[in-house]
């Protein structure tokens, strides 16, 4: 699949540079600051990832919580969701955007239903947290069908021969979650132990774009920025939680915070 990922990916190792993934929630603190933050951290992001607000969430920690909470308390559904990706991907149309959730959402919309609003908006990628291999292969051809990239989940334990079968039925990029917790915890294992497994993953197909998540932060992305792609999600969130407390525009400081990350790495 010769996807608008996997070309970012490309540029990106011309540059020898990973690729920075942002994620933000779909409509935090609201539609309209969702869609501009969106438009404004794109400068700097390679890919963005947009999270569907969920109240039962299985490895967002606090800080994605509270933003899934601020979405769900002004009304966020999956419609406003595809919404914004539209109008996200209506100005920026090479810009590869995933959402990323959990499947009890595209199961009560319905599969195709899902799909094919994911395909009118402009969606290029989908993370289901709890839908694992091989119960995904079904979905995940569904999704092929319609050249969206369906992004298969790696984690420190998973064993090898899963591992290769994982790898072998994956698409464009895999995620590789660094450490065993939420997210938005703090990095508990070192970037040599990280890379240690990472290049394990590697090593099965060097083709395979791997990014890496969970625990990235101002203070730990450049110590690991010999991946593919890097994941900044919870730093972000709670970048939006302190502005609105004090009374700042999420959007402006927002921004800052990508900038910042994306100098650390080129």
Do not use: W
């Amino acid at each position: 699949m010769n996807s608008k990922i996997s070309q970012t990916f490309e540029n990106c190792k011309k540059q020898k540079r990973p690729a920075l993934i942002t994620y933000t929630v779909a409509g935090d603190n609201t539609v309209k600051n969702s869609l501009k933050i969106l438009n404004a951290i794109s400068k700097y992001a390679d890919i963005v990832e947009l999270g569907f607000p969920h109240n039962t969430p299985i490895a967002d920690g606090g800080q994605i919580q509270g933003s899934s909470y601020r979405a769900i308390r002004n009304g966020v559904t999956l419609k406003d969701v595809f919404k914004i990706s539209k109008k996200f991907k209506k100005y920026n149309p090479g810009k590869p955007l995933i959402l990323m959730g959990y499947y009890n959402l595209i199961y009560q919309y319905s599969e195709n239903q899902f799909l094919n609003s994911c395909k009118a908006s402009g969606v290029d990628g989908l993370i289901i947290v709890d839908l694992p291999f091989p119960e995904n292969l079904k979905f995940a051809k569904k999704c092929k069908k319609k050249s969206i990239n369906f992004i298969q989940l790696l984690s420190p334990t998973t064993p090898r021969n899963r591992m290769r079968k994982i790898i072998h039925n994956s698409h464009d990029m895999l995620y590789y979650i660094s450490m065993l917790s939420t997210t938005g915890g703090k990095l508990k294992v070192t970037p040599k132990e990280i890379f240690k497994n990472y290049n394990i993953i590697k090593k099965v197909n060097r083709k395979k774009n791997i990014v890496i998540g969970f625990g990235i932060t101002n203070q730990t992305i450049s110590a690991l920025k010999k991946a593919d792609g890097l994941v900044v999600g919870s730093q972000l969130c709670q970048s939006i939680t302190n502005s609105l407390k004090k009374g700042q525009n999420p959007v402006t400081k927002l921004n800052k915070v990508v900038y910042n990350l994306k100098n650390q790495i080129v």
